[in-house]
């Protein structure tokens, strides 16, 4: 039977023993920053890929230094450990990854200096997070601005944002949101980048349009280059683009790349994955278990240790 562990203070212990004091900093003010790393199974193989690891944990380090947290752990540490977890709890289906850097000490007062930092990596089992396509609406809530909470650190806080926005869409039917920014332009979904097809062109947002700067987005945006052909242009897009584009899809750790088939009650295209996306989705999850030579440098894999 698998046995989950996680890592947390410097020691890898059982997970039901990684506890967190009520008076921690990051649980009473949202001061830590995470990544999300999926472990994807591969049957055949009998092993578990983690899709970008050392990428993840690059843009961990990014995050902390925004806060201007100093984190205790390297991130080539932070890559063992995050393997060592995913062999010793034995999973044997598709996993998920938690890594954190997070003001540990346990004091009242809001502040980022002067309190004791940590890094902590959990793991769990993790389905797909969104249907096989996906319908969404464009939410009221919008996403928050970089001189706000800067959207391009995954900071624990910030999601609060978009739990509002997920929440809002579940409630009205939908399976995602879409949020605008203050500009009233396209952002990203509730956590996922997002993508459309208008003539044969992949189209999606800047950076500054305060998205978050994606893993797999940026994977798929070279799959579609060396694979298809297909430049990515990045540019400001319109809610009502959407609605008139021949093809929209979301990619993220969590939704890996998922289309999205109606946008605000409107199909888009004739309503069901289009040819491109198609493509990208077969490229994509050849290439994150471990299918694909090419990109093998992509995913770490692990083999579940065999206890008796």
Known sequence: MPQPYAYLR??????????????????????????????NWNEEHQTAYLFRLREHMERLAQSAK??????????????????????????TEDVYLRPMVYLSGEVLGVRLHNVEVDNLIFLAPFPAYLPEVAHCHTSTWRRVQDTGIPPRAKVTGIYVN???????????????????????????????????????KLITPTPADNVLEGITAASVIELAREELG????????????????????????????????????????????????KKLSDLFYDTIRGKSQKYAHWCTPVRARVTS
Do not use: W
């Open 10 to 39: 410097g020691e890898i212990v059982p997970l039901e023993q990684a506890k967190l004091g009520v008076m921690t900093h990051a649980f009473n003010y949202g001061t830590a920053v995470f990544e999300g790393i999926r472990g």
């Open 66 to 91: 925004i806060l201007k947290m100093d984190q205790p752990d390297t991130v080539d540490r932070l890559c063992e450990i995050a393997v060592e977890l995913t062999e010793r709890s034995g999973y």
């Open 162 to 200: 978009s739990a509002l926005a997920k929440t809002e869409a579940n409630l009205n039917g939908f399976d995602e949101a879409i949020m605008l920014n203050e500009n009233g332009h396209v952002s990203e979904g509730s956590g996922e980048n997002i993508f459309m097809i208008r003539k044969g």
């Open 230 to 277: 297909i430049e990515t242009v990045e540019r400001e897009i319109d809610r009502t683009e959407l609605f008139i584009a021949d093809e929209v899809f979301m990619t993220g750790t969590a939704a890996h790349l998922t289309p999205v088939v109606e946008v605000d009650r409107r199909k888009v295209g004739d309503g069901t994955p289009g040819p491109i996306t």
